[in-house]
């Protein structure tokens, strides 16, 4: 008998399928990114989202009391890749809130009631990326990986470390240089990560450890947003959303774009629950970009790329790529989350905006700093990359796309002390800057005292520096 879940080429002109036990970082016909796909007819899938009300109020944390706890979990039904509920590594993540923002509403000119953030700040390690590691490490466990990687502009290595720790496995995270806030590079080095500081940004560091999971001599396990089961654990936030507004879709998501795993997870989560008649409405969705790193809008807003059944222009995307790099290009924001110039889940985004009737945005550092400071004084704080929902709101409102008698849900992605920083320099003018080389200064004393490696972007010297 074949599976019930098999993971799938996103690719509708190729289609090929792959077992579900299989690590892969793409497809191996085409190359084009996998989804993680389910034979919904021989799963037991709720009739209604009213199935899963109330099971968060769980009585104990025996194993499946600890199911039902996690944010995540709790809706395990609508993402069974799994093959027993033994294999789940979860610590409790997806507790987070969905408040009404009144005050903040009527900051910036909405109605009242009609605005609401999603805190995904309040999981454990200060992220929404917990809501996929969760998935991932659970996918990496049914596998029997234990040497997990990612390279991260420091939410996914502060996500990946924190989960490495409480499996044993061994963790590594890639870091550019100097771009990382230090909260989210304290907690790589407390939780154990072994951190490679590569110099070179992001999209370096991504093109890096591709290369080093796709030998299998490596054994190394990718936990990058590639990854198609940590988009399944992000599906989750809409349920939440959706769970919180007593199961009524709101009118508007507007969500950050970075990798753009966040969005394309939206999307695949509306996606199946509308095929599976589990919901009547799809809200809008709206991602916003950072304006020094704002390739989903140009691609989108500015060169009209569309989804087009999976046949998008791959020639608009390659030529503004080959672009950047002959101009050397290199993306700048504050929101160092979004720092990203070639989002590895574009496609997956083109089919989101495409299932969502979807609007892409840009926002300045200066808009996102004005927004951030805004959420904190009259909702609680975020850390810049979030707030680009709510300045990208501000921007669709002044463009009469969403009106202010609208719903609309902001998810805010990250906690406002991930980038004291930030913060700081905004009220005082002090910029305390993030440390751009961290070569440590002496010899540090602790007994687990696990200083970052510095490395050049260069494989041997990288595979040494794993291996050592
Ligand atoms: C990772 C991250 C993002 C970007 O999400 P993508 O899925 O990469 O688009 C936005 N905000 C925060 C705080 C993040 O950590
Ligand atoms: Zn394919």
Known sequence: MSETAFQKCTNPACGATFGIDEVLTGCTKCRSLLDISYDWNRLPVPRSLAFFEHRWMTKGMNASGALDFSGVWRFRELMPFFRSEADIVTIGEGRTLLQTADLLAKQIGMKQGNLALQYEGL?????????????AFTHARMVGATKVACASTGNTSASLAMYASLTGFKGLVFIGSGKISIGKLSQALDYGGLTLQIQGDFDDCLRRIRQIAADPKNGIYLMNSVNPFRLEGQK???????????????DWIVVPGGNLGNCSAFGKAFMEMKELGLIKRIPRLAIINASGANTLNELVSCRGVKWNGGNFDQKTIGGLYAAMDESGYKPHTIASAIEISRPVNLPKALRALDVMN???????????LEARAKVARWGFGCEPASAATVAGL??????????????????????????PNATVKYHTGIDMKAAQDLAPREVPHGTLSNPPIQVADDLDAILKAINA
Request: aromatic residues 4%; glycine residues 8%.
């Open 394 to 419: 501000q921007k669709l409102m002044a463009e009469q796309i969403i009106s202010p008698s609208e719903s609309v849900v902001c998810i805010l992605t990250g906690h406002e002390l991930k980038d």
């Open 236 to 250: 989750s936030i809409m349920l939440r959303v959706l769970e919180a507004r007593g199961w009524e879709a709101p």
């Open 358 to 368: 979807g609007v892409v945005r840009e926002v300045t550092d200066e808009e996102i």
């Open 123 to 135: 999981n454990p390690s200060g992220s929404f990326k917990d809501n996929g590691m969760t998935a």
